[in-house]
Protein backbone atom coordinates (compact mmCIF):
# COMPACT_ATOMS: atom_id res chain seq x y z
CA UNK A 1 0.00 0.00 0.00
CA UNK A 2 0.71 3.64 -0.12
CA UNK A 3 3.49 4.35 2.21
CA UNK A 4 6.05 7.39 3.60
CA UNK A 5 9.51 6.60 5.68
CA UNK A 6 10.61 9.57 6.97
CA UNK A 7 14.38 9.70 8.45
CA UNK A 8 13.91 9.19 12.59
CA UNK A 9 15.32 12.45 14.46
CA UNK A 10 15.69 14.18 16.42
CA UNK A 11 18.09 16.38 14.81
CA UNK A 12 20.34 18.95 16.18
CA UNK A 13 21.62 21.76 14.43
CA UNK A 14 23.48 24.97 15.02
CA UNK A 15 21.91 28.49 13.94
CA UNK A 16 22.95 28.63 9.64
CA UNK A 17 23.87 24.67 9.36
CA UNK A 18 22.47 22.90 6.41
CA UNK A 19 19.18 20.81 6.70
CA UNK A 20 18.06 17.66 4.94
CA UNK A 21 15.26 15.61 5.83
CA UNK A 22 14.96 12.62 3.82
CA UNK A 23 11.67 11.49 2.89
CA UNK A 24 10.93 8.40 0.41
CA UNK A 25 7.42 7.10 -0.61
CA UNK A 26 5.72 4.48 -1.97
CA UNK A 27 2.59 5.20 -3.93
CA UNK A 28 0.36 3.69 -6.97
CA UNK A 29 0.49 6.48 -9.58
CA UNK A 30 2.19 9.66 -8.90
CA UNK A 31 0.24 11.90 -6.05
CA UNK A 32 1.05 14.90 -5.05
CA UNK A 33 4.01 15.33 -1.94
CA UNK A 34 3.64 17.54 0.95
CA UNK A 35 5.83 18.85 3.38
CA UNK A 36 3.81 19.91 7.12
CA UNK A 37 5.36 21.53 10.04
CA UNK A 38 4.36 21.24 13.02
CA UNK A 39 5.66 24.16 15.85
CA UNK A 40 5.61 22.97 19.68
CA UNK A 41 1.96 23.63 20.79
CA UNK A 42 -0.12 23.51 17.30
CA UNK A 43 -1.49 22.05 14.78
CA UNK A 44 0.11 21.04 11.50
CA UNK A 45 0.71 23.59 8.59
CA UNK A 46 1.25 23.12 5.08
CA UNK A 47 5.12 24.07 4.73
CA UNK A 48 4.95 22.97 0.83
CA UNK A 49 4.18 20.94 -1.72
CA UNK A 50 4.98 19.14 -5.60
CA UNK A 51 2.50 17.74 -7.50
CA UNK A 52 4.39 16.17 -10.20
CA UNK A 53 7.54 14.34 -11.03
CA UNK A 54 10.23 17.31 -11.43
CA UNK A 55 8.66 20.01 -9.41
CA UNK A 56 10.06 21.87 -6.75
CA UNK A 57 8.04 23.17 -4.17
CA UNK A 58 9.39 26.09 -1.77
CA UNK A 59 8.55 28.29 0.92
CA UNK A 60 10.50 29.92 3.82
CA UNK A 61 13.72 28.98 2.87
CA UNK A 62 12.87 25.64 2.36
CA UNK A 63 12.99 23.30 -0.77
CA UNK A 64 12.23 19.54 -1.85
CA UNK A 65 12.03 18.12 -5.38
CA UNK A 66 9.53 15.28 -6.40
CA UNK A 67 12.11 12.40 -7.27
CA UNK A 68 10.54 10.08 -9.33
CA UNK A 69 13.19 7.68 -10.25
CA UNK A 70 14.13 7.81 -6.78
CA UNK A 71 10.89 8.10 -4.70
CA UNK A 72 12.09 10.92 -2.36
CA UNK A 73 10.95 14.29 -1.46
CA UNK A 74 13.90 15.50 0.68
CA UNK A 75 13.78 18.40 2.59
CA UNK A 76 16.58 21.23 2.82
CA UNK A 77 17.77 24.15 4.10
CA UNK A 78 20.69 26.27 3.54
CA UNK A 79 20.93 28.16 6.67
CA UNK A 80 18.43 27.08 9.66
CA UNK A 81 17.25 29.61 11.96
CA UNK A 82 15.77 29.00 16.00
CA UNK A 83 12.59 29.67 14.80
CA UNK A 84 12.57 26.53 12.50
CA UNK A 85 12.73 24.35 15.24
CA UNK A 86 9.46 22.58 15.24
CA UNK A 87 8.51 18.49 13.70
CA UNK A 88 8.41 18.24 9.88
CA UNK A 89 6.22 15.72 8.25
CA UNK A 90 6.38 14.24 4.74
CA UNK A 91 2.79 13.27 3.52
CA UNK A 92 0.92 12.66 0.69
CA UNK A 93 -2.61 11.02 -0.52
CA UNK A 94 -3.62 8.18 -2.53
CA UNK A 95 -5.63 7.70 -4.96
CA UNK A 96 -8.59 6.81 -2.27
CA UNK A 97 -8.30 10.25 -0.90
CA UNK A 98 -6.41 8.61 2.29
CA UNK A 99 -4.04 10.91 3.27
CA UNK A 100 -0.40 9.28 4.76
CA UNK A 101 2.04 10.83 7.15
CA UNK A 102 5.27 10.21 8.04
CA UNK A 103 6.56 9.65 11.72
CA UNK A 104 7.67 13.24 11.81
CA UNK A 105 10.93 14.41 12.72
CA UNK A 106 11.48 16.90 15.34
CA UNK A 107 14.56 19.17 14.21
CA UNK A 108 16.04 21.59 17.23
CA UNK A 109 18.41 24.30 16.28
CA UNK A 110 20.68 25.94 19.05
CA UNK A 111 22.15 29.51 18.63
CA UNK B 1 -10.34 34.18 9.78
CA UNK B 2 -10.47 30.76 8.15
CA UNK B 3 -10.38 28.16 10.40
CA UNK B 4 -10.66 24.98 12.02
CA UNK B 5 -11.83 24.86 15.93
CA UNK B 6 -11.42 21.70 18.33
CA UNK B 7 -13.07 21.22 21.56
CA UNK B 8 -12.04 20.46 24.01
CA UNK B 9 -8.54 20.81 24.13
CA UNK B 10 -7.62 19.13 26.86
CA UNK B 11 -9.44 15.98 28.30
CA UNK B 12 -9.10 13.84 31.25
CA UNK B 13 -11.30 10.67 31.24
CA UNK B 14 -12.12 7.56 33.04
CA UNK B 15 -12.23 4.02 30.86
CA UNK B 16 -15.69 3.55 29.45
CA UNK B 17 -17.08 6.76 29.44
CA UNK B 18 -18.53 7.99 26.55
CA UNK B 19 -17.55 11.21 25.16
CA UNK B 20 -17.28 13.16 21.86
CA UNK B 21 -14.92 15.98 20.43
CA UNK B 22 -16.40 18.52 18.34
CA UNK B 23 -14.35 19.70 15.41
CA UNK B 24 -15.83 22.74 12.95
CA UNK B 25 -14.15 24.50 9.86
CA UNK B 26 -15.10 27.79 8.60
CA UNK B 27 -14.05 27.38 5.24
CA UNK B 28 -17.12 25.77 2.99
CA UNK B 29 -14.85 22.58 2.93
CA UNK B 30 -16.02 19.09 1.61
CA UNK B 31 -13.28 17.66 3.07
CA UNK B 32 -12.76 16.85 6.24
CA UNK B 33 -10.86 14.19 8.72
CA UNK B 34 -9.70 13.13 11.99
CA UNK B 35 -6.21 11.92 12.85
CA UNK B 36 -3.89 10.60 16.02
CA UNK B 37 -0.75 11.35 16.60
CA UNK B 38 1.13 9.05 18.88
CA UNK B 39 5.23 8.94 19.19
CA UNK B 40 7.13 7.78 17.03
CA UNK B 41 4.13 6.68 14.97
CA UNK B 42 3.03 10.37 13.59
CA UNK B 43 -0.17 10.85 12.35
CA UNK B 44 -2.82 8.01 11.66
CA UNK B 45 -5.90 9.04 9.95
CA UNK B 46 -8.79 7.43 11.55
CA UNK B 47 -12.12 8.50 9.94
CA UNK B 48 -12.41 10.73 6.72
CA UNK B 49 -15.79 12.28 5.16
CA UNK B 50 -15.75 13.47 1.61
CA UNK B 51 -19.08 16.03 2.28
CA UNK B 52 -22.76 15.39 4.10
CA UNK B 53 -23.18 12.33 5.07
CA UNK B 54 -20.47 10.24 3.32
CA UNK B 55 -17.70 9.24 5.77
CA UNK B 56 -14.71 6.34 5.30
CA UNK B 57 -12.78 4.59 7.26
CA UNK B 58 -9.40 5.46 7.93
CA UNK B 59 -5.79 3.46 9.13
CA UNK B 60 -6.88 3.34 12.77
CA UNK B 61 -10.89 3.37 12.99
CA UNK B 62 -11.50 0.76 14.82
CA UNK B 63 -13.27 2.23 18.86
CA UNK B 64 -14.16 5.60 16.88
CA UNK B 65 -17.29 6.46 15.28
CA UNK B 66 -17.92 9.86 13.19
CA UNK B 67 -20.98 11.61 11.78
CA UNK B 68 -21.39 14.32 8.97
CA UNK B 69 -24.62 15.97 9.28
CA UNK B 70 -23.42 19.44 8.32
CA UNK B 71 -20.99 20.43 6.16
CA UNK B 72 -18.74 22.54 8.88
CA UNK B 73 -18.99 20.11 11.59
CA UNK B 74 -17.13 16.45 12.08
CA UNK B 75 -17.66 15.19 15.78
CA UNK B 76 -15.13 12.36 17.17
CA UNK B 77 -17.23 10.28 19.12
CA UNK B 78 -15.56 7.60 21.54
CA UNK B 79 -18.36 5.20 23.24
CA UNK B 80 -16.30 3.31 25.35
CA UNK B 81 -12.44 4.79 25.61
CA UNK B 82 -9.81 2.63 26.55
CA UNK B 83 -6.00 3.41 27.57
CA UNK B 84 -4.79 2.47 24.05
CA UNK B 85 -6.90 5.48 22.97
CA UNK B 86 -4.90 8.34 25.03
CA UNK B 87 -3.16 10.50 22.26
CA UNK B 88 -3.38 13.82 20.30
CA UNK B 89 -6.20 14.20 18.03
CA UNK B 90 -6.22 16.68 14.87
CA UNK B 91 -9.35 17.95 13.19
CA UNK B 92 -8.43 18.55 9.47
CA UNK B 93 -10.71 20.02 6.50
CA UNK B 94 -9.69 20.84 2.82
CA UNK B 95 -11.62 21.94 -0.80
CA UNK B 96 -11.75 18.27 -1.67
CA UNK B 97 -12.01 18.99 -5.55
CA UNK B 98 -9.39 18.01 -7.02
CA UNK B 99 -8.08 16.75 -3.54
CA UNK B 100 -5.76 14.01 -4.45
CA UNK B 101 -3.54 16.17 -6.74
CA UNK B 102 -3.48 19.77 -5.31
CA UNK B 103 -5.35 20.58 -1.89
CA UNK B 104 -3.65 21.44 1.28
CA UNK B 105 -5.28 20.47 4.62
CA UNK B 106 -6.18 22.79 7.71
CA UNK B 107 -5.59 21.79 10.92
CA UNK B 108 -7.43 22.78 13.97
CA UNK B 109 -5.17 22.78 17.38
CA UNK B 110 -5.08 19.52 18.58
CA UNK B 111 -7.33 17.94 21.52
CA UNK B 112 -4.83 16.07 24.45
CA UNK B 113 -7.03 13.22 25.51
CA UNK B 114 -5.93 11.17 28.55
CA UNK B 115 -8.32 8.09 29.22
CA UNK B 116 -7.46 6.20 32.60
Known amino acids: GDSVTQMEGPVTLSEEAFLTINCTYT??????LFWYVQYPGEGLQLLLKATKADDKGSNKGFEATYRKETTSFHLEKGSVQVSDSAVYFC??????????FGTGTSLTVIP | EAQVTQNPRYLITVTGKKLTVTCSQN?????MSWYRQDPGLGLRQIYYSMNVEVTDKGDVPEGYKVSRKEKRNFPLILESPSPNQTSLYFC???????????????FGPGTRLTVL
Open chain 2, 27 to 31: MNHEY
Open chain 2, 92 to 106: ASSDAQYFSSYNEQF
Open chain 1, 27 to 32: ATGYPS
Open chain 1, 91 to 100: ALPNTGNQFY
